[in-house]
Nanobody, 118 residues
């Protein structure tokens, strides 16, 4: 079955960096776009970044532009989110997501918590 497992979250000081990872299994990883979302305390889930199946195109929400970088390794079935210059407002649970459009299915990981605080 499809599984997405995030890791790499933790406590970091403002201005610091973290690299999140998402391990995928149970589907043809290289055929599907991947996305990172986040959900801050008391707020809805929002899109952070998107990467195409081949990794040749990426898009970012305004909140992460110039600070976050999404990447993937199709050979390892991994997607990453490098986060630099972290701010307190980046505190959230970060989720990995993929969609199977033809089957109208969406899969989420369980998330990894990022806390930005001094």
């Amino acid at each position: 079955q499809v599984q997405l497992v995030e890791s790499g979250g933790g406590l970091v000081q403002p201005g610091g960096s973290l690299r999140l990872s998402c391990a995928a299994s149970g589907f043809t990883f290289s055929a599907y776009a991947m996305r990172w979302y986040r959900q801050a305390p008391g707020k809805g889930r929002e899109l952070v970044a998107h990467i195409t199946p081949a990794g040749d195109s990426t898009n970012y929400a305004d909140s992460g532009k110039d600070r976050f970088t999404i990447s993937r390794s199709n050979s390892l079935k991994m997607v990453y989110l490098q986060m630099n210059s972290l701010k307190s407002e980046d505190t959230a649970v970060y989720y990995c997501r993929t969609d199977f459009p033809l089957r109208r299915e969406t899969y989420w990981g369980k998330g990894t918590l990022v806390t930005v605080s001094s």
